[in-house]
């Protein structure tokens, strides 16, 4: 009774007060909408890296600190130098970089690659599983039906291994003048090293009539295929991206171990995550052009803190160990994640959960959307504490949006993909979405506070459990094989 009265007392210190402090101090104006670098994104860092030195946590950053940065780098496309040209019997037409065509990823080089052309449209996850890409210099065209997520049919073709991905855009050519002005200023890469995935453009279809014409290609038709297309065509492609380097700089996460009180168990681990970075400032958005991202995600990097505090206080520090982890980097890639993932400070295979939370203040008073509970044991194990707490009036709920793939799109996912389980705790969307109006007097802190106080059961459930959490094996094999 001691132990469950002094964790329950822990419970208590999340409070709504606390989470509105904390989301005020880190979604503030001063810091500048904390960018990916920016000295307000430094800020951040620095209070939650002071507020874990405060709990008396053990620093699990560079160098006996609490901080862990990465290597950043600018350049800019040279859209001079930079050209996409398809050939199609006696027509061949070019797409330049100052006009229709934009690089989406991919390492750019002054190397020309040339090859022909394989057409792919209508794809379901499982044909691109199968689609013959490897080597190839691919065309595709996303179907004008909902349902087939485009970037992640284009995510699977990546990953095996064809020499270049050209997806063709429709936008409206405001749009894609804008996507063509912002390739050409000074942007941030994670590093200078190789991109291991295919160079990736976009060309626009007015650039393409009548090349596609004279490959006997009806765009309208293959884009509403109602049946995979995939077809070699009688078309060559040459393109070539190159960039110009500018300096080196670098960005932050902060990462904090609190010890368990278990011999044996706190060799094992459980990482409480959540990002830091916003998208900063837009001039052009209007009088208010600071993006504060108070519920994306100074509402998860609260909750980091809050749930530190409670687990450290006297009784409730659990048999597992536990990372509390705010990374950078987020809103352009998952940059941060993937950095702690590679270079974390206790080996992976001794992390049995990641628990993490983006999105976590508005919409739903009493629902919480948790998604990854189908692929472990965990979604059990989180389904028993819920049920076991009705006195936090919150309800965890499975994935609502299937379609929007969020289970690749936050920092859990490079946890994942390396065989740690995982929960993602995200209550959706809303208007002010990467918009200026998600300021922190919108945030619902004492509903933050109820779900956080779920978490921490959860926390303590995983942690004193006998046996670390499982995958479902099918999903195992889909996810991390």
Known sequence: MR???????????????????????????SMGGRATPSR??????????AEFGRLGLDAAGDSGSYMQWYPLSHSRI???????????????????????????????????????????????EADAQT??????????????????????????LAARRPAAIISVSGVDTTVLARQVAAQQRARISRDRTPSSGPLTLSV???????????????????????????RDLAMRAALRVSEVAGGAVRAPNVAAILRGSDPLLRDEYIVFSAHMDHVGINPSAGADSIFNGADDDASGTAGVLELAEAFSHPGARPKRSMIFLTV????????????????????????????NMDMIGRNWRDTIAVIGR???DLGKTLARVNAGHPELGMTAIDDIWPQENFYFRSDHYNFAKRGVPILFFFNGTHEDYHRPGDSPEKLDAEKEARLLRLIYYLGLEIGNAAERPRWNEESYRRIVK
């Open 204 to 230: 626009h279809e007015r650039a393409l009539g009548s090349v596609l014409e004279a490959a006997g290609v009806s765009l309208a038709a293959v884009r509403a295929s109602q049946t995979p297309v995939v």
């Open 374 to 376: 189908e692929h472990s």
């Open 131 to 156: 689609a013959p890409v490897e080597g190839r210099i691919v065309l595709l065209v996303a179907p004008t039906r909902a349902g087939r997520p485009a970037n992640r049919i284009t995510q699977i």
């Open 328 to 355: 950078s980097g987020e809103e352009r890639g998952l940059w941060g994640s993937e950095h702690f993932a590679q270079n974390a400070p206790v080996p992976m295979g001794q992390i049995v959960a990641n628990i």
């Open 40 to 49: 307000g994104l430094d800020l951040t860092a620095q209070y939650v890296a």
């Open 3 to 29: 132990t469950a009265s002094a964790q329950d007392r822990a419970a208590e210190s999340i409070t709504e007060d606390d989470v509105r402090r904390r989301v005020r101090i880190i979604a503030h104006d």
């Open 78 to 124: 040279d859209a001079a130098r930079s050209s996409l040209t398809l050939t199609a019997g006696q027509v061949t037409v070019v797409a330049k970089a100052t006009r229709d065509l934009v690089h989406l990823s991919g390492t750019p080089s002054s190397k020309t690659r040339r090859g022909n052309v394989l057409l792919l449209a209508a794809l379901t």
